[in-house]
Each structure stands twice: as C-alpha cells, then as structure tokens.
C-alpha cells in the first residue's frame, strides 16, 4: 500500500459526496414532473412519446399497478433480446458473421439483461453481432437501469406521502428517467469515452500485421456508447470478454477513473434524493454513512490483501503486488478499488480478474454482493436493498425499548417487517441453495476451473453474483452450460423479482400510512446510533447466513496459502 | 390493468428505438466526425500498412524487441473447434488466466518464467508484471521497471549501446495523471516503433 494509492482512493470518496448534492436536486426535480434546463428540447419528445403509447401522465398508480407494468415491460424486454439473438445471423449489422446464439445462452442473455445483472455467458467479441449489443443489449442496458431507478422513486414515495394508495406513474418515472437522466449523460460520456480511445464504429475487425509480421485479428464495434450506459446504470455487460480490463473498454487511467465515478454517482444521489422527498436531508446522509463506513473497510481489506501478494509470489522473490489478472494502466490500487466499487453497487463489470485476486482480497467482493449490494447499490436498486435492512434495523430498535417503532414518519409494523424479512432471506435461498447444487452436480462441478477451495469460492462467487443481480465474475469457471446457463438465470430472476415485489408492497403500505410528527420518543435517524445500529444489523443479518460459505472458501484458501499449500 | 398493455408495447418499441438504434447510431456518426482516429480504434500505420493498435498489445518474441506480459488469450483449436488453444494477443477474443492464489498451474508457469527471465538477466530483480498475465491478455503496457529489466537483452541484439535504448525508454515512459491517477507504464509496441525508427 501507498500513499499515493490512497490519496486516488480518498479524491475518488470526495468527488462522490461532493457530487451527491447537486446530482439529488437535479433528480429530485426529475422524478417530482418538474421543469429542468433540459426541459425546452425533452419535454415536446416526452409529450409525444405519452401520446403515442396511450400514457396520461397525470394518472397514478396503485403499488400493485405500478409492479404489474415494471413485470410487462421486462417481459417485451426478454422477447427482444432472445429475438435478436437467434435471429443475430440473418440480421444486418453482423459484419463478422456470427452465428445464432444457442437456445440455452440466448435465454441466460435475456434473462441476465432484463434483471440488470449481466452476467456474461457469452463472449461479447467472439459470440454478438453489432446489432445484439445494440438493439439487445445496450437498449436494456439503459430500461433495466430506469427501471431500478423508478422502483427505488416508487419506496421513497412511499416513505415520503401519507394517506395515498398511489406510489406514482411506473411508464412515466421509466420515461423520464431515461430522458432527462441517463441519456443526456450518456451522450457527453460516450465522447469522452471516444476522447479516451475507445472505438465506435460499425467496421469490421481489423486486420492487423504485427512488427514481428504475425496476423492480429482485432475486434472494434460501437463500444463507447454501450460502455457509458453499462457503467452509468450499474449494469456492467462488457461489449469484450474481458469486460473493462480490455483496453478498448478502459483504454487510460482517466478513464478508468472516471467509469468507477459513474458507477457510484447515481447511486449515492439517490441517498439524497430520499432526504429531500422526505423532507430531511439529513436522512439521505445518514443512510450513505452506512454506505461509506461499510465501502471504506472493504477498500481497505482488498488494498491490502492484494498489495501484500501471494505467497507463490513472495517465494520466487516477487514484489510489486498480486498483478496476476491485473493491468499494468491500473495497478494494484485502481484494480482493488473498482473491484470493491463494482461489487458494492450491482455493477459487476471488472477492470481486473476476480477469480485471480488473493483469497482475501476477492472475499470482500463476495461480501458485499452477499450483503444485497447495499452500499450504494444499483442505481435504485441499492437504495430499496439498504431501506429494507433499514425497516429492519428500526424494527430491532423499537423491540429493545417496546415500543411501535417508527422512520420518518411513518409507523414500522409487521406487514414492512415481513416483507423485508422476505426479501432479505430469498436472496442466500438462492445462492446458498444453487451452490450445494452446484459443488455436487457432476456437470456442474467439471465447470470449475481452479482446485480446492478455490474452485468451491468460483460457484459461490457465481450463484452469489447472478443472485445479487452484479455480473462479475471468478470467470474461471466455465458458465455456458445448460446447467450454469439454466440456473443462473433463475437465480437472477428470483434475485430481482422477490426483491421488487416485497419492495413494492412496503411502498404501497407506507404511503396508505398516516405521516406522524416526530415527538420525544421518536428513535432520531439521523445521527451516529443510527448509523452504528444499521451497520451493526447488517453485518449480523449478513454474517450469520453466509460465514459457513465463506469457511469453506475464501477463509480455509487463505491459511492454505499461509501455510505454504497449492492444489 | 389491461390498459397497461398498450403501454408496455408501445413505450417499450418507443425507448428501444431512442436508446438500441438512434443513441449508438448517432453516436457512431458524432464520434466519427469528431475523434476519427479513436473510434475507429486508434491504429498505426507504418508504410501503409496497419500494423496494430496503439491500445492493444501484441505479441514479441524476438530479442530485438521489448516483449509485452504474457497473455493467456485463447483460440478456438483448428482441429476440434470444441477445444481451444493458447493464442497470446488475440485480439478477437480477450481474458484472463483466471487462476487463482493457490493454483498449481499458476505457481509452475511462474517458476519457469522468473527462471527464464533470471538467466536473461541475473543482474536485476524480475518485476512482477513481466511474469504475470494481464486480465484482459491483451495489456499494452509494461511498467518502467520491466521494460529496464529488457535494455540489456535488446541493445545486445541491436548492437547499440545501453543509454541509447535506455533513452528511447525514458521517453517513452508516461507518468501518472496530475501525478496522482493511474501507473507509470511504457507502451511496448510505441516503443519497439521508436527503436525501429531509430535504427533507420
């Protein structure tokens, strides 16, 4: 570790809170129907687009109306990316002749997109024709993104209105979301991405003859405008296999910085965005503390873990760091940053191998997809994720003193509390269950790529991921199988759709809820108790359901390492 | 619930058409006309010929040349194209080795490589990034210490003195951004086309 690795990840902190204010007030304004400097060119679009598609703007919905739109859009969602892909041969834009992609990749494709996860299967380069990713995925790259967004607008509403049975208008949060925010920023991104180097052309790969005079095939395509919106909605698909390790998705140390920016920034606003429709902004701050105090100890474990080398390096006189996996642009520190970064929200794209990380410092990324990627989160998705462990906590506090407990206004009763409880027990079901399928199923377990504990850690690290709606990857282990392919994506539609609904459903009690002042009972969730109680109540919640998995992984790989074991 | 329906088809048609055909195909012109040479993927030229990309690594073997980290990029195997075979820098198809910390394979194929390196050169201690794979096998760079490391190799088989090949080093080596973001780091194939020139 140095000081200059920590002063990258002390100036990466202070831009993100120092942007969470400004970026909350313009969304605020968004999300509320207000007017914002883009309204003279949007608004006449947007008004047409209502038009067409028979939306009155004015009329709102009930929770249960609004959950029913958000599942028939994704289900029009999955049907074009399966289209696309097992149409991709006849169709235009396939420059290097890729053919139809296999029933079993297309349905895990469809299935990882529209869940925001996007989980690669497929080898973006070698698998996806120009098309694909365009009209497949970078277009659900951006409507899986609204839609977390709009869900996390609907609780928040919840929280903040009173005496409602509405939560909002599901096509319009979807519309105005993508209008006003992420297609503006995604249009300066791309050409600063372009700035950068990387490609956006619709040519064919390269032909290249090398100086020592070899043939290099190189794989260009319309990758700038995919990779804004991948990294901006969490989404994290790469256009390449190697995702934004791949100089063409990540080509400088600018821009990596940058792409790690813009995978937090909306995220943490939206903490924001909360304090100001609650009325408090000191609400969202309170929440995004929760969210620092658990990101800083992340970073600070997987810097150091990965900083400190293997012990196979250390005995053959290797210094510098585990750079196995890592790129020389990054280094140790911006490679170990974006990783915690990247699995903190439900981003999931890597700038450097997970699977080759030290058994430490590739546990916190498992940790915190574990944790429901919480801190900070998918854009939206985090928020509902953290103001379920929230219900959770006040639920803990109020039994201590016996009394209703009660957040912003709004009583916490048993209804919020199981709904919470549900959504946050579905989630280890999943990857817990998926995994002792996983370690015993003979096809399954011939996937794994490493032996030992490591090979163990590789299906944890995949049921866990496409659970956690993240997408990165150990990438060793070989997903395109029927098996992986089948029940990853189920997996991922659990981990998306069980959250939602209960998410949902506290939204639509919330806001039939009176809103009661706050009087001198009240538990203040503003200040440090509150702070230390959620955190507290997510690390207990957290460790009890997953630390025997993580025994069995990443803990007993690292004292084999220690004690001099290779397998 | 039923008037949902129009909705979830026609707005769903609507934004597919804005952010899947319009946004990247209006990108791709904008940025055409804008970075040219970037979007199409920053390549080089020399005689007329493409001879690479100036972001994407490649391979070397000969001693006259910097040689970049290994790569563990893989091809589909000409014989059994349900196999596949290791094809370093293969640009069509990026990735890691993705093995772990206590991987056998890794600690044998590290083993070879600080051997061979050392007896190339026992004079200097082998850095780290020239025996470990890139995640992407397709890393441009190598860090300033790897590419010192390689002076004496390439200015025996050039012929030239060592300071001469040090020199087109230094210039080639960039720095951190504001001294702050990023790795020092030398792009090898910049610099094996600055040798080139220079022998000219």
Redesign the interface.
């Known amino acids: 570790m140095t000081a ?1 690795g920590w ?2 990840i002390i ?1 990466y902190c202070a831009i993100i809170v120092a942007l969470t204010k400004p970026l909350g007030w313009y969304l605020t304004r968004v999300f509320n129907g207000e007017r914002t400097f883009l309204s003279p060119v949007l608004r006449p679009i947007e008004a047409g ?1 209502y038009w ?4 009155d703007e004015k009329r709102e919905q009930h929770w249960l ?1 609004y959950t ?2 958000m599942l ?2 994704h ?3 999955f049907l ?1 990316i399966y289209g696309v892909m097992r149409l991709q041969a006849v169709l235009p834009f396939n420059p290097a002749g890729q053919g139809a992609v296999a029933e079993d990749l297309s349905f895990n494709t469809a299935i990882s997109f529209i869940t925001n996860t996007n989980w690669q299967n497929y ?1 973006g ?2 698998t996806l024709s120009y098309l694909v990713q ?3 995925l ?2 659900q ?3 899986s993104a609204a839609t977390g967004i709009a869900l996390a607008v609907a609780l928040i509403r919840g929280f903040s209105r009173a005496s409602t049975r509405t939560v909002g208008n599901f ?1 319009v949060d ?2 105005r979301t ?1 209008l006003y925010v992420l ?1 503006p920023i ?2 300066v991104y ?2 600063f991405l ?10 064919d ?8 005079g ?1 043939k ?5 395509g ?1 990758v ?3 990779v804004a ?1 991948k990294m901006l909605g969490t989404n994290g698909g790469g256009f ?3 995702n934004a ?4 998705e990540n ?4 821009s ?2 940058v792409q790690m920016l813009s995978i937090f920034t909306l995220g943490a606003a939206l903490t924001n965005v909360f304090g100001r429709m609650v009325g408090n902004q000191r609400q969202g701050w309170a929440i995004l503390a929760v969210m620092g105090v658990l990101f800083g100890a992340g970073v600070a474990v997987t810097y150091w873990a990965e900083a400190g ?2 012990s ?2 250390h005995a ?16 140790i520190v ?2 170990s940053l974006f990783a915690v970064i990247t699995t903190a929200a439900s981003c999931g794209a ?4 997970h ?5 430490l410092g590739g546990m916190i990324p498992l940790i915190n997809m574990q944790l429901g990627e919480i801190i900070v989160g998918g854009v939206g998705a985090g928020l509902y994720g953290m103001l379920l462990f929230v219900v959770l906590a006040i639920f803990v506090a109020g039994l201590m003193v016996g009394r209703t407990p009660e957040y912003v206004g709004k009583k916490i009763e048993a209804r919020e509390v199981k709904m919470a409880m549900l959504a946050i027990l579905v989630l280890p079901l999943m990857y817990l269950g998926w995994t002792a399928v996983g370690v015993v199923y003979p096809s399954a377990v011939a996937s794994m ?6 090979g163990f ?1 590789e299906v944890l690290y995949a049921f866990t991921s496409a659970t956690g709606n993240n997408g990165s990857a ?3 282990l070989t997903g395109n199988t029927l098996f992986y392919n089948l029940t990853l994506a189920s997996a991922m539609f659990v981990g998306r759709f069980f959250m939602i609904i209960p998410a949902m459903a506290i939204a639509g009690s919330l806001a039939a809820k009176k809103s009661i002042p706050p009087s001198a009972g009240t538990f203040p969730t503003t200040g440090g108790l509150f702070v230390g109680l959620v955190v507290g109540v997510i690390l207990i919640i957290g460790g009890l359901t997953f630390f025997p998995a993580l025994a069995l992984g990443p803990i007993v ?1 690292h004292l ?2 220690n004690a001099g ?3 | ?1 039923l ?10 048609l ?3 058409a ?4 319009a ?3 209006a ?2 012109a ?3 006309a ?2 040219p040479a ?6 080089i030229e020399r005689d007329g ?14 001693d006259k ?1 910097f040689h970049g ?1 290994p790569s563990a990029t893989l091809a589909p195997d000409r014989d059994d194209s349900t196999k596949t075979v290791s094809a370093p ?16 394979a ?2 044998d194929r ?2 070879e490589d ?1 051997d061979r390196l050392k007896g190339e050169n026992p004079n200097a ?5 020239l ?13 300033p210490e790897a590419a010192q490391f390689q002076v004496p190799r390439v200015a025996k088989a050039r012929n030239v003195p060592e300071d001469q090949v040090k020199q087109l080093v230094a210039s080639n080596t960039q720095g ?2 504001l001294g ?4 020092p ?1 030398v792009n090898v ?1 910049a610099l ?2 600055a040798l ?1 020139r220079a022998a000219k």
């Open positions: 200059i002063l990258q100036l687009i067409f598609s028979g939306v109306t029913v739109a028939l859009f289900v029009g969602g074009i080898g380069e070698s365009m009209l497949g970078t277009h790259n951006f409507l096509w979807v519309t993508t297609l995604c249009v791309t050409l372009v700035s950068q180097g990387i490609p956006q052309t619709l040519g790969y390269v032909e290249a003859t090398t100086l020592e070899a290099q095939t190189i794989a260009v319309p700038a405008s995919q919106i390449f296999n190697a390790s791949h100089p063409f080509p400088t140390a600018l990596n910085f080398g293997t196979t390096l053959l006189g290797l210094t510098g760091g585990n750079m196995e996996g890592k790129e020389v642009r990054f280094g911006a490679s890597v700038n450097a191998m699977d080759s990380f030290t058994a790529a490493n032996a030992g504990p490591h850690t150990f990438a060793g790989e084999a390492m074991q290779i397998f | 619930m008037r949902e329906i129009r909705p979830a088809i026609v707005l769903l609507v934004l597919t804005i952010t899947g055909v946004y990247p195909l990108m791709t904008i940025a055409g804008i970075f970037q979007a199409q993927g920053s390549l010929k493409v001879v690479g990309s100036a972001l994407i690594g490649q391979q070397f073997k000969d040349y980290r820098y293969n640009a069509a198809n990026s990735g890691g080795s993705n093995l772990g910390p206590t991987s056998k890794l600690a590290l083993k600080v201690a082998v850095p780290v990034d025996v470990t794979t890139s995640a992407s096998g397709l890393d441009p760079d190598i860090s951190r951004l702050l973001i990023g790795e780091r194939l094996n086309l080139d």
